[in-house]
């Protein structure tokens, strides 16, 4: 099984440029996350897509930030203007559960390290 | 708002001693989840704990969760240089949103 697929791996940018992340979710997983983290901490949840509608958002910056997953299958991350305080790994995650009850099982990409400069 | 501490930040020990993470957390998880990172790679799911009091071995990895499912602890027994990462707790909350703590950096020198 092909696991979850992130580019560019590697991104640097002045302050106040636009970057795109792109990724593709194991097949047939339904659900797909972006997650931000930060040099030093944990992974926090920026938009959480179910097929190719948004269940949660509540943490992207949406005057910056924007995100979708047209046909409920790969997603875009768009960042536009980038600050200092983007630099950050993006990491893309997909899961088979709904994630209404019990635990899900996430697989995550490897990543997107932005660098902002 | 839900938060997951973990303890301690950083840790470097021999190979061959043991050691304790904890992840403590003021709220109620419906699970808790625990992942390793490792440099340049995204999380690996290590072991899923549901029930308060539950205990889960993975070799030389004892998972345990609170009785009142709001920490986690993991022991590690004779740690080896390949344990070396980040390994991080993820409370599920009971409508599924995973919460991170922040994560715990282990070095393990031979």
């Known amino acids: 099984e092909a696991g979850v697929a992130q580019s560019p791996r590697y991104k640097i940018i002045e302050k106040r440029q636009s970057v795109a992340f792109w990724c593709n979710p194991i097949s047939g997983h339904a659900t797909l996350y972006w997650y931000q983290q930060i040099l030093g901490q944990g992974p926090k949840l920026l938009i959480q897509f179910q097929n190719n509608g948004v269940v949660d958002d509540s943490q992207l910056p949406k005057d910056r930030f924007s995100a979708e997953r047209l046909k409920g299958v790969d997603s875009t991350l768009k960042i536009q203007p980038a600050k200092l305080e983007d630099s950050a790994v993006y990491l893309c995650?997909?899961?088979?559960?709904?994630?209404?009850?019990?635990?899900?099982?996430?697989?995550f990409g490897a990543g997107s390290r932005l660098t902002v400069l | 708002t839900q938060l997951l501490e973990q303890s301690p930040q950083f840790l470097s020990i021999q190979e061959g001693e043991n050691l304790t993470v904890y992840c403590n957390s003021s709220s109620v998880f419906s699970s808790l989840q625990w992942y390793r990172q490792e440099p340049g790679e995204g999380p690996v799911l290590l072991v899923t704990?549901?029930?308060?009091?539950e205990v889960k071995k993975l070799k030389r990895l004892t998972f345990q969760f609170g009785d009142a499912r709001k920490d986690s602890s993991l022991h590690i027994t004779a740690a080896q240089p390949g344990d070396t990462g980040l390994y991080l707790c993820?409370?599920?909350?009971?409508?599924?949103?995973?919460?991170f703590g922040q994560g715990t950096e282990l070095s393990v020198k031979p």
């Open positions: 995650a997909s899961s088979p559960r709904t994630g209404l009850s019990g635990a899900n099982v996430l697989t």
């Open positions: 993820a409370g599920v909350s009971q409508g599924g949103k995973l919460i």
């Open positions: 704990v549901v029930t308060g009091g």
